[in-house]
């Protein structure tokens, strides 16, 4: 069966928008991204060949043919969790590049997604200027503030949508999808065998679930569930190291100690005394600065567990952190 229509995925990570695309019946021509680890796992997910990425956007300066543009453009610089530094920030100037392309290569519509800090009053002169660059790129847009929750999906996970077509037609007759009713929780839909919890309060058993939860007759309760029910039986909140947060190392059997330590690196990452990365790996010395007792067994042990691993970094622009071992989470 031919494909209703064709696209291209722009920041595609592990690609949560082919998803999207093909249940529509549509078909991914190409897609752009960079880190090798969401390449790897794209290229096998989907059994495409390392041809069909397109790599740095900021290298193109045109695309293929296509019906669909999508581009979940990097978050950091609208992002409460980052530094708020907006189109002063590299990643934020990546905005210009996917807006470039969207003018050059003409889609028929487009989706672009970011977080919901972009259309905080904060970032007001921002969006407008986006919306803006938009309508001069011949495209008529409106952008929605939605979250996953309330579609569906077990996370409440919200954020920016901007919808747009090159006829004004087809913006006016777009309609979001109905809310859904039937509120999905992860609880519903993992496995009974991976669900083990203790009869007491606050404890866990196997190392499996959080610390926090408990067993109810109406079945597994988070103890910080709160009125809107938005955390109850294991929906995932999308809030860093939120109350309903799961961590490798809640996953994977460790000890208190070897939490502390990644709880350590999770809370200091983003301090510039440890570098000017929007998440900076901590090296032996910089761990020991934090707390005097910490040695280099624990964090190997923790790297051989695949909690944390290593990172040798030598890039020029960063020459205070040249030739060092980094420990990142």
Known sequence: M????????????????????????????????????????????????????????????????????????PCQSWSIAGRNLGFDDDRGQLWNDALYLLKESRPKAFIFENVKGLADPRNKDALNYIMMRIKEAGYFAEHYVLDSFEYGVPQSRVRIYIVGFNDNHFLKSFKLPKKTSAAIKLGDIIDDDIIHVSSDAGNIDNGLLLKGFYESSSGVTSLSSNNNGYNDHFLFNDLRNGNTTIHS??????????????????????????????????????????????????????????????????????????GADKYIG
């Open 249 to 322: 190392w809640d996953i994977i059997e460790t000890t208190d100690r070897q939490k502390t330590i990644c709880l350590l690196l999770l809370r200091n990452r983003r301090k510039k005394e440890f570098g000017p990365l929007d998440g900076n790996p901590l090296s032996l010395s910089q761990f020991q600065i934090l707390d005097g007792t910490i040695l280099e067994d624990e964090l190997e042990e923790l790297v051989s567990l695949d909690i944390l691993k290593k990172e040798k970094y030598a890039f020029k622009i960063l020459k205070e952190l040249e």
């Open 2 to 73: 031919n494909p209703k229509f064709s696209a291209i995925d722009l920041f595609a990570g592990l690609g949560g928008f082919r998803i999207a695309i093909e249940k529509c019946g549509g078909h991914t021509i190409a897609f752009s991204e960079i880190n090798s680890d969401a390449i790897n796992t794209y290229i096998q997910n989907y059994s495409e060949s390392e041809s069909s990425n397109l790599g740095d956007i900021t290298t193109l300066r045109n695309l293929p043919a296509h019906d669909l543009l999508t581009a979940g453009v």
